[in-house]
């Protein structure tokens, strides 16, 4: 389940980038940003991804403990 919502966080970002890049060919004036822009995008929806993926983990760990117990 973490890895699917890891990579649905990361297929949400990437379409996010088709989006930004239609944008650029249909409205030049969008100005918004080159390559490096677009690989820093992806860069920061990894680790975005990679922060949700822990959070769930965590999170899930200390609710399999409290139920064991009790």
């Known amino acids: 389940m973490m890895l699917l919502c890891g990579l649905a966080g990361m297929g949400f970002g990437a379409l996010n980038e088709v989006v930004e890049f239609i944008a650029v060919l249909v409205l030049p004036e ?30 899930g ?7 064991s117990r009790g």
């Open 30 to 59: 969008t100005n918004v940003g080159g390559f490096y822009n677009t690989g820093w995008d992806l860069v920061y929806n990894l680790l975005g991804s990679l922060v949700a993926v822990s959070i769930i983990y965590w999170r």
């Open 61 to 67: 760990r200390g609710r399999e403990g409290r139920e």
